[in-house]
Structures are given as C-alpha cells and as structure tokens.
C-alpha cells in the first residue's frame, strides 16, 4: 500500500509530466487559456492515461513478453492508444452521453498526445505490474490536470495585465510562467 | 537554385523546424540539457524524418485517404523502433540512457508527421527524402545551439569540459525550469523579429502569407498538434450549442467541415 503512495505521489508531484517531464507540453500550452476547457483537457486526459495504462500493461504482460515480441513495444502501443481513444468516443457517445458531451470534445485531441505513450511505456521501463501501472497512470494523469488548471488560473489574470512587454506578450510569458511553476514543483522533489 | 539544395536550404534556414515553425517542442525542451544529448536526440530524429519521408513519398499513391494517418504511424513507428534497437547497441550509454523515454516517443513528434502531411504525401521520394535531410540537420543544429547554452550558463562547461568555474554556475537552466525560460527567450526574440512561425500567427495572417507564397509557419493542420487546439474545442462546443435547434447555417458549415 505504502508502495504504491509514494508511486502515486512521485508520478503526480515529484516528476510532474509536464513540468519536469516535457510531456503533453502541446495541449497544456494550447488548451490553457480558460480553467473550464483546461479541467475539461484535463479530466479527458486522466480518463485515458489511466485506461491505457490499463491496457498497455496487460498485453505488453501478457501478449508481448509471453510470445517474445517486446522489442514491438512502440508500434502496438501506439495503435493500441489510437484504436483506443477511437472507441472510447463511440462508446461514450451511445451509453453515456452525458460524460460525452463534457469530454468529448477533448478525446480526438489526446489520439496521439505523447503524455498517453509517455505514460504506457515508463510503466514498462519501471517494470510495474498492472496495479502498479494503473496507479502510476493515474497519478501521472492527476499530476497533469493539476498542472494544467494551475497554469489555465494563472493566465486568465495574465490576460487581464496590460503591464507586459510588447514581445513577451502571447506564448513566451505563457512559458515564464511554466518556468516559475516548474521552479516551485521542483520544491516537492524532497518529497520521497 | 537546385532544387534538391534548396529543400537543404528550406529546412535548416528558411523553415527552421524549432527556430521558425515551432514544432516538436517537447523533445526540444527535454532533450537539451546538454549540447551531446541534444545532437544525439537531433541524430536519431533526423534518422527516422529521412527514412519516414522517403517511405511515405513511395507509398503516397498507394495509401488511401482516408487512413493514411494511422498508416502514416505505423511507418514512422517501425522505423524509430529501428533507431532505437541500434542506439541500444551502438550508441554511447551515457547518451542512450539521458534519452532514455524519449526515442520512442520521436513517434508522436510533431516534425514528422508534419512533414510527412504537408510535404511527403505530395512529392516524389528522393525530394521528400532531401526535405528530410533539411529539416534534420536544422532540428539537430537547433537543439545542439540550445544544448549548448543551456550546458554553458547552467553547468559551465563545453560538450563535457567544464570551462566556467563552479561557483559561477546556474544550475536552473540545466534542471526543467530552465528549458521552459530559454524557450520563452526564444519567442519572444521571433515575436520581437517578427519570424514567421505557429506561435506569433493569427489564423487570417498565415493565410495570407500562404496566398503570397511565403513560409507561413505551421498551418496547424495536423490531427495531434495542440497550437490550435483551443481554436477547435471553441469551434466544437459552438457546433454542439448550435446543434440542438438545428440552425441552418451552422449545419450546413458542419456538413462542409465532414
């Protein structure tokens, strides 16, 4: 139990993904201006990342080490996260229409956002069993949205500052302040 | 000018991957720690633009339309699962293992299926093939400048020998932060320039450079890419309001954008 704390807790916190692993870098600098769309992002994106985690760890345990074909890790992956998202939306959209009309909107953005592929195959480097990967998906997923609506905070106020230079107005402020929070994330990394 | 040179030109100057068009960010802020990993990173990309794009340009007849994307995957899948095998038994370790994650998620590096949409599936094989010549030797000499000032200010040395003393180190600009404050330097220098690139465009200025006939930047147009991603999600949610009293011109543009 106590293992699987600190994976969560390290995935999230401590080796934030986006803040000190560079990844799902696109949808948190594109998807960040309102908190809505970015808890919206955010949200879809845990839903994913832990059901891939989910998927990926089972066939690579079962399917890819027992017939010896790891070496395939990277191509089975990332057609198993397309096909995945791919029927995550038809499903949502004929049983649950409720939760599709909140994220529906983000899921083709997220087929082949690095996060996802980042996420399956850091399990494997790890070596972590399935319920260690769920885990560990989970909290990497949490640690984006965290990320995510923070920053998505932060820039509603940015927008409304007319005290910004000319040319660090738009994108480089946006990567300022990506800079200062992953300066106040790298304070979790006593953490563990 | 040949064309073949100028595809090289293209690539390394006019459309600079990371200086002009802004693509493949994530490897660029994770990979340049150090001026060696950074070339390392720009090596193994450039390995698999080439072969991607030769592939893609020998197949574009033969793939159809309406899946080339995960067509387009797949090739670019199996030749970094290629180039990852051999950087496992031929590169440094040290360097292999500083990328660690991030070979196999060349995959879903923006560059290549950028290049693969917009130039490899309209031209013939040896000129994408040179396209990706280009546009690998200017990712690789980009993330290699980054590398470089980032291993200077932030641990003082030289592609490995330390020529700054200890003391007067910033050890940020080695860690995250760093990464994200040398990248935010660097657009605001494009939007002081005012370099054509994805980030300092708006959506009627890029198509007017497109009419001109200039590089335009990114025309955000991939499926993956984020940089207009909220363009979309807006669009979207305004298409699903509209939907529900069917209102005639919105279900008309809807039924166009099918």
Do not use: W
Request: hydrophobic share 50%.
């Amino acid at each position: 139990m106590q293992e699987l704390l600190l994976i969560a807790v390290g995935a999230a916190l401590v080796n934030n993904v986006t803040l000190s692993q560079f990844l799902g870098i696109c949808p948190f600098l594109g998807v960040s201006k309102k908190v809505e769309t970015a808890t919206g992002m955010g949200v879809a994106v845990l839903f994913v990342i832990s059901l891939a985690s989910l998927i990926c760890s089972l066939i690579y345990d079962h399917i890819l080490v027992p017939m010896d074909l790891a070496y395939l890790q990277t191509i089975v992956f990332i057609l198993v996260i397309a096909g995945l998202v791919q029927f995550v939306e038809m499903f949502l959209k004929k049983s649950i229409p409720s939760l599709y009309t909140a994220l529906g909107v983000y899921l083709p953005l997220i087929t082949t956002n690095c996060a996802v592929l980042g996420a399956a195959l850091t399990n494997v480097q790890e070596g972590y069993g399935l319920v260690e990967s769920v885990v560990n998906g989970v909290g990497i997923s949490a640690g984006f949205l965290l990320a995510i609506t923070l920053m998505a905070g932060v820039r509603e106020k940015i927008a409304e500052n007319e005290g910004i230079p000319k040319s660090f107005q738009g994108s480089p402020i946006v990567l300022v302040t990506a800079g200062l929070m992953a300066i106040a994330f790298c304070g979790f990394s006593g953490l563990i | 000018m040949n064309k073949y040179i100028e595809r090289i030109y293209n690539g390394i100057i006019k459309e600079n991957p990371t200086f002009v068009i802004m693509l493949g960010m994530c490897p660029t802020l994770a990979t340049t720690t150090s001026a060696i990993n950074g070339f390392g990173m720009g090596v193994a990309t450039t390995a698999v633009l080439i072969f991607s794009n030769m592939l893609i340009a020998a197949l574009r007849n033969i793939i159809p339309e309406k899946v080339r994307i995960p067509a387009y995957v797949v090739v670019i899948a199996s030749l970094v699962t290629i180039v990852d095998l051999l950087m496992q038994a031929f590169a440094p370790r040290d360097l292999y293992n500083a990328l660690g994650i991030y070979i196999p998620l060349i995959v879903v590096n923006c560059i290549i299926m950028g290049r693969a949409e917009a130039y490899a599936a309209k031209h013939a094989p040896l000129l994408s093939a040179f396209d990706g010549i280009g546009m690998g030797i200017g990712f690789t000499c980009a993330l290699t400048i980054i590398g470089f000032c980032r291993e200077l200010i932030g641990a003082g040395s030289v592609f490995g020998y330390t020529i700054i003393p200890d003391d007067f180190h910033v050890g940020i600009f080695v860690m995250a932060p760093g990464a994200f404050l040398v990248l935010a330097c660097l657009t605001a220098l494009q939007n002081k320039l005012k370099a054509p690139s994805a980030t300092n465009l708006t959506k009627e200025e890029r198509a007017k450079k497109k009419l001109a006939g200039e590089p335009e930047g990114c025309t955000g147009n991939c499926q993956s890419c984020m940089l207009h991603a909220e363009e979309i999600v807006e669009k979207k949610i305004e298409l699903k309001k509209a939907d529900c009293p069917k209102t005639d011109a919105v279900s008309d543009r809807e039924g166009g954008n099918r």
